[in-house]
């Protein structure tokens, strides 16, 4: 079945620190691959997506993610947090770009610390 | 740019009452969603609409009716509301089947 998996329901961070935020999928052949945030009391907004071609995407407020084939993985990436990052992330994918099948992760809860 | 407006933010039901949502969207988008989140179970697909009179059912669709009859709205209506239930509605659109979502702030539902 088709599925994705964010395996850290709460991550906790410093400000400053780097981040990855985890995200695993179960899709026969390569999907398209989504990160949506969701600040507090607002609507999801899109970070960065992956169609295709190189596997490093870049996404709004210094946000990257890495997509893996072999891994079946799209982690999220940032090189150093900011307290105002803090928010709710959730991973989602479709197969042959078709987002009335898009499937969400549960999500991960970013705190970060001051 | 443009907006999703959902109205009303809050709804206070009571078991067994018919409760309806509705959302605007002025990017002139064609296809339309209702998500529904509840704590720890991420987003589910309710219903969505391809386009003006359309209705597809999502993964959760049962107990719930929707109605799009303009491009720019998409109402839901849940049938029956259960005592008990806290779930936060949330209402997209997107361009086609392609693109990314845009999504409104969203309903948040307490049944009493």
């Known amino acids: 079945a088709q599925s994705v998996t964010q395996p850290d329901a709460r991550v906790t961070v410093s400000e400053g620190a780097s981040l990855q935020l985890r995200c695993k999928y179960s899709y026969s052949g390569t999907p398209y691959l989504f990160w949506y945030v969701q600040y507090q009391r607002q609507g999801l907004q899109l970070l960065l997506k992956?169609?295709?071609?190189?596997?490093v995407v870049q996404g709004v407020n210094g946000f990257e993610a890495e997509f893996s084939k072999s891994d079946s993985s799209f982690h999220l990436r940032k090189a150093s947090v900011h307290w105002s990052d803090s928010a709710v992330y959730f991973c989602?994918?479709?197969?042959?770009?078709?987002?009335?099948?898009?499937?969400f992760g549960l999500g991960t809860t970013l705190q970060v610390q001051p | 740019g443009g907006i999703i407006t959902q109205t009303p933010k809050f709804l206070i039901g009571q078991e067994g009452q018919k409760l309806t949502l509705k959302c605007q969207q002025n990017?002139?988008?064609?296809?339309m969603y209702w998500y529904r989140q509840d704590s720890g179970k991420g987003l589910r697909l309710i219903y969505y609409?391809?386009?003006?009179?359309?209705?597809q059912k999502g993964d959760l669709s049962e107990g719930y009716d929707a109605s799009r009859e303009k491009k720019s709205s998409f109402s839901l209506t849940v049938t029956s509301a259960q005592k008990n239930e806290m779930a936060v509605f949330l209402c997209?659109?997107?361009?086609?089947?392609?693109?990314?979502?845009?999504f409104g702030h969203g309903t948040k539902l307490s049944v009493l």
């Open positions: 989602a994918a479709t197969i042959t770009g078709n987002t009335r099948k898009l499937i």
């Open positions: 990017f002139n988008h064609d296809t």
């Open positions: 997209a659109s997107s361009i086609g089947s392609n693109e990314r979502l845009f």
């Open positions: 609409s391809i386009t003006e009179n359309d209705l």
């Open positions: 992956y169609y295709s071609g190189d596997p």
